[in-house]
């Protein structure tokens, strides 16, 4: 059992946006007498990147008091409404797709029957694309202006959700601000070590020349993984052999090189992919690549010939793709990077972060700062059932059919894991189902990516083929068969009197 009901002081290790954010949540948790403390070193490599965040971002920010248009200020936000992928398919010009984040109001996505959109699954069945089912699309792919966006969002009928793409140094300085303005104090040492009782709790982190007394610790020192890995050791989980990529390069791009969509926009490479993050003043941008086939040279030169430029890079860096099989030991839980990492498509990891930061939360919320072990236990499976989840969604991006490199040769004869080989295998017979991704959430946690951005990505794949969805649409009874015909017809200019709302089960 852990009893924090007398905790006095709380040690988070690491100043960067995790650690602000979760000494920023805590601070909400925890009577305003315990002291909380964040323990930062200068980042010995300071990322600067531009980053696309996940579609739990706003609710982060909501839950802990943070003013989005100071978010959007001082972390120099731009909208996100969605990823564009290109040349993951191979398939020549246009090998383009858009998963766009869906709001609420649009037809498509609200009618539900049996498990699945039928309406959605009739736009596959005829190879028609998806992301033009949200009317905010035509605003988007004209550039429209952020007022123009915001006003659009407010009449309701955009069927837009956003996000943010966001300076990562500037949101970490507006987290401290805000922090340090809440009575939250920071010390600059970096942790050389944790203490540990008798019971094996975290007593004190050793800074240098000082002890820090703690009864609770976060970790949150990055790629360092300096506190639960180094006191507990917990076995490290590679996806090594599943997500291709271990290296990346970034690198800033002129706004006229790039594009300016309120959109993230991936590209496939001939050794991995581009993500190209557009912030008000430049666009940040980055590599991430595979060592077995290429070298930074490589890449480098890759990047100059696509964009035609001469291009600096920022920063150059190694990573291991997995997590750490428990990241809650005791009265110390490991955060964000500390306990995992992913490369950053589809926001996975700021995603997983948010979720890791909410359940914390609410453990310590709900149990009155009284948590059985079974309750750390279960943070820890749905902490792990998460990641599964980040690495089959991720592993899905990359089964479109291009073959025209070594590296994606090797992707399209390596192994799947077993989970997501069976969603594939289903895949090629309906549509996605909430079923599909339930094993992925459970313990009070929530799914990181929903039925339709599986959707969203596998259909313009060929993960679903449209053989699929039109045998999921035979099996409906005629009345609803007739409906998704005539709303093929509305979208072909055939036919102008269906609607769509009436009649349908959600
Ligand atoms: C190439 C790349 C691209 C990415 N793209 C995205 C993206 O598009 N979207 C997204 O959401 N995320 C992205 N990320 C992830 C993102 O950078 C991090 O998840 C996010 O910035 C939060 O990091 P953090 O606070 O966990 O770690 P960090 O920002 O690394 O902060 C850790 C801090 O701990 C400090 N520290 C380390 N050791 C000690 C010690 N012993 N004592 C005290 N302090 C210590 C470090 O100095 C540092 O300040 C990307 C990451 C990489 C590498």
Redesign the pocket.
């Known amino acids: 059992m852990l009893d924090l009901r007398n905790a006095r002081r709380i040690g988070i ?7 602000w954010l979760a000494a920023i949540a805590l601070s909400r948790v925890f009577d305003p007498a315990v002291e909380v403390t964040v ?6 490599f300071p ?1 600067g ?1 531009g ?4 579609l739990n971002l706003i609710d982060t920010l909501c839950r802990n008091d943070l003013d989005l248009d100071v978010f959007i200020g001082e972390a120099g936000a731009t909208y996100k409404h969605g990823v564009l992928y290109e040349n993951w398919t191979g398939g020549g010009v246009p090998d383009r797709y858009y998963h766009l984040f869906g709001g609420p109001g649009i037809p498509e996505i609200e009618h539900h029957v049996d498990g699945f959109f039928p309406l959605l699954s009739a736009r596959i069945a005829v190879g028609a694309s998806l992301h033009t089912c949200i009317p905010g699309f035509e605003a988007i792919a004209r550039n429209a202006s952020h007022q123009e966006i915001d006003e659009l969002m407010a009449t309701g009928q955009s069927g837009l959700y956003p996000s943010y793409h966001f300076d ?1 140094i500037g949101f ?1 300085q507006y987290l401290k601000r805000v922090g340090l303005a809440r009575g939250i104090t920071s010390r600059e ?4 070590d944790i203490r540990l009782d008798n019971r094996g709790h975290a007593c004190a982190l050793q800074l240098q020349g000082e002890q820090l007394e703690v009864d609770f610790a976060v970790d ?5 993984r ?1 506190g639960l890995g180094t006191a507990f050791n917990p076995h490290w989980r590679s996806f090594a052999n599943v997500l291709p990529t271990d290296q ?1 390069i ?1 690198f800033d791009l002129q706004p006229a090189g790039s594009s300016r969509q309120p959109l ?1 926009r991936s590209t496939a490479m001939t050794a991995g992919w581009i ?1 190209e ?1 557009p912030l008000n003043r430049t666009t940040k941008a ?1 590599y ?1 690549f595979s060592s077995r086939h290429a070298d930074h040279t490589m890449a480098i030169a890759e990047v100059q010939h696509r964009f035609g430029c001469d291009v600096q890079p920022r920063r150059e ?1 190694s ?1 291991d793709q997995g997590y750490l099989e428990t990241a809650w030991v005791n009265n110390v839980v490991a ?4 306990s995992g ?1 992913v490369e ?1 498509l589809g ?1 996975a ?2 995603a997983h ?1 948010f979720e890791q930061l909410r359940n914390l939360e609410r453990i310590l919320t709900n149990g009155g700062g009284i948590a059985p072990a079974q309750a750390i236990e279960a943070f820890n499976r749905a902490n792990v059932r998460s990641w599964t989840g980040v690495r089959d969604y991720l592993r899905l991006h990359y089964n479109g059919s291009r073959n025209d490199t070594p590296f994606w040769r090797d992707l399209a004869s390596a192994e799947l894991p077993e989970s997501y080989a069976q969603l594939r295998a289903c895949f090629q017979k309906r549509t996605p189902r909430f079923i599909d991704i339930e094993p992925y959430v459970g313990s009070g946690w929530q799914s990181l990516f929903h039925q339709v951005d599986w959707i969203s990505v596998a259909a313009p794949l060929g993960v679903v083929p449209s053989t699929a969805a039109r045998a999921e649409l035979s099996q409906l009874p005629m009345e609803w068969q007739s409906k998704a015909q005539a709303y093929l017809d509305l979208l072909k200019g055939t036919s102008p009197t269906f609607r769509p709302r009436s009649g349908w089960r959600h």
Do not use: K, N, R
């Open positions: 290790i690491g100043g960067g946006i995790v650690g323990i930062e070193t200068t980042a010995l990322l990147l980053e696309g965040g996940s990562d970490e040492s970096p942790v050389c949150a020192s990055g790629l360092a300096m990346a970034t993230t993500w993050v980055g991430v860096l990573f955060l964000g990077t500390a990492f950053p926001a990891l700021a972060t």
